[in-house]
């Protein structure tokens, strides 16, 4: 599975501005994020569709992003992550 394109990242776009804005959170990258100096967050695609991966308790987890549904579930998970993350 490859790293999201910027053309894939271009279709994310609602998603990425949203985790731009979450406090602690910086995008090194586009569409790689980070909560200080731990990664937090990035997009693969193939061909089963888009997905996010989310490091929450140490460890990579996968979450589809293809839908609205799956984009704002996988948001409330970053945003959980996030104030989780070096606390």
Do not use: I
Request: charged share 25%; with cysteine; glycine share 6%.
């Amino acid at each position: 599975m490859k790293h999201a394109s910027q053309a894939t990242l271009h279709l994310l776009a609602d998603l990425l501005e949203s985790v731009r804005e979450l406090p602690g959170v910086t995008e090194r990258t586009p569409g790689c994020f980070y909560r200080k100096s731990s990664a937090l967050l990035h997009f693969h695609e193939d061909g089963a569709g888009l997905f996010a991966d989310l490091k929450r308790c140490g460890r990579w987890e996968r979450m589809p992003v293809n839908t609205a549904g799956e984009r704002a579930a996988c948001l409330r998970a970053t945003a959980q992550a996030a104030k989780e993350q070096h606390t």
